[in-house]
């Protein structure tokens, strides 16, 4: 329509279905969470199993941390399975991956890293449009050298040069991609980094 974009349009619909994202990662060699797909009760119950028993169900489409179901007990499972085929929506289950309360995002602008880590004392889901905090992280610190390289690869994996990448650290000190977002919002990265991001988007 001649209107001036950043991300192509392939990249946006990568990202914004969870099934086919985590594929392009797991394809481009990176770790994710073990991840499962099904369209049963009893697949899901399976796969349930197969995950070890404590998994987080997922919306297909989805951001902001809405939808998101922590699962361990299979009475809760089977109603959580029934209401989502109820509105036909696929099962996509992942293994539930202990942590400390956090995550990290980085965001992309082309080559330039900017990251938060993101905390919520009270809630597995570290979101801040659920009440979690951003702390600022220097993204030069050498302990963030793997985790930026992998959101580098995890961006370009969906072809997005502006992202927002979504990494987890497991007990063992290894890193999982959990996400990248094409349509990335930054306004807690810019109020705690205390940078413009939209001007670094412009001058990019």
């Known amino acids: 329509a001649g209107q001036l974009i950043i991300n192509p349009p392939r990249a946006i619909e990568v990202a914004v279905d969870k099934f086919l994202a985590t594929a392009k ?3 481009a060699g990176l770790p994710v969470p073990a991840t499962i797909v099904c369209q049963t009760v009893d697949q899901a119950f399976d796969a349930m199993e197969r995950l070890g028993g404590d998994v987080v169900v997922k919306p297909l489409f989805g951001s902001e941390g809405r939808g998101l179901a922590r699962v361990s007990d299979p009475a809760i499972g089977e109603r959580v399975f029934r209401a989502l085929l109820q509105i036909s929506s696929v099962l996509y289950l992942q293994r539930f991956v202990q942590h400390d309360g956090s995550d990290l995002r980085v965001l992309l602008i082309g080559n330039q890293p900017f990251a938060i880590k993101r905390r919520h004392p009270t809630d597995w ?3 801040i449009a659920r009440g979690g905090e951003a702390v600022a992280v220097d993204c030069t610190s050498p302990e963030l050298d793997l985790p930026i390289e992998m959101a580098h690869k995890a961006a370009a994996a969906v072809g997005a ?9 497991a007990p063992d000190g290894s890193w999982l991609v959990l996400e990248v977002n094409a349509v990335p919002g930054w306004k807690a990265l810019s109020a705690t980094l205390e940078i413009d991001v939209a ?3 412009l001058d990019e």
């Open 199 to 201: 001007r670094a988007v």
């Open 161 to 169: 040069s502006l992202a927002g990448v979504d990494l987890l650290r």
């Open 25 to 27: 990662l797991q394809a």
């Open 125 to 127: 889901r570290t979101n």
